[in-house]
T-cell receptor, first 114, second 111 residues
């Protein structure tokens, strides 16, 4: 079974631009979560989608948004990019909506904001 | 805010020795814990998980211990190999699919 895939793998943007990242979960998985990883803050939860609905949201500004499609694929968008948004953005998928289930991560999208 | 694990220390071990990686968590409501391994340039890879109604769980060459009294997790790796070199994260979950991660521990295996 194919793992979680994320596109693009690398992205360079300038301040003020916006960016859209894509995540395809493992086949059959309906939950998709997004995390931001930086050297300073570590891994931080952004938001989670299940059956096209955002169920949980982390402590990030409204510039960070996402959505999920009927095929469970998800996108996240960051508007008005800031230098501090440079990070590895990770997507994770899981099968159930229970919190007692394993999340499997993709390779991430490395975003650099200049 | 809530956190799981507070440090990014480095653990250096000799190939063939056992490794023990520790993690402290602060959210008493967390009832499901996972250990992930992250190699350079890759996403976190699932290693082993444990529910709060358990004290110990064993996998292939790995064992996770949970001490709820002191809110402490540990990951034991037997016969550590060079391929085990990576950053290891513990994570806790108490609601939804919202993992709270520790800061991570870098494991370096000396040949």
């Amino acid at each position: 079974k194919a793992g979680v895939t994320q596109t693009p793998r690398y992205l360079i943007k300038t301040r003020g631009q916006q960016v859209t990242l894509s995540c395809s979960p493992i086949s059959g998985h309906r939950s998709v979560s997004w995390y931001q990883q930086t050297p300073g803050q570590g891994l931080q939860f952004l938001f989670e989608y299940f059956s096209e609905t955002q169920r949980n949201k982390g402590n990030f500004p409204g510039r960070f948004s996402g959505r999920q499609f009927s095929n469970s694929r998800s996108e996240m968008n960051v508007s008005t990019l800031e230098l501090g948004d440079s990070a590895l953005y990770l997507c994770a998928s899981s099968f159930k909506d229970s919190h007692v289930n394993t999340q499997y991560f993709g390779p991430g999208t490395r975003l650099t904001v200049l | 805010g809530e956190s799981v694990g507070l440090h990014l220390p480095t653990l250096s071990v000799q190939e063939g020795d056992n490794s023990i990686i520790n993690c402290a968590y602060s959210n008493s409501a967390s009832d499901y814990f996972i250990w992930y391994k992250q190699e350079s340039g890759k996403g976190p890879q699932f290693i082993i998980d444990i529910r709060s109604n358990m004290d110990k769980r064993q996998g292939q060459r790995v064992t996770v211990l949970l001490n709820k009294t002191v809110k402490h997790l540990s990951l034991q790796i037997a016969a550590t190999q060079p391929g085990d070199s990576a950053v290891y994260f513990c994570a806790g979950n108490n609601a939804g699919n919202m993992l709270t991660f520790g800061g991570g521990t870098r494991l370096m295996v000396k040949p």
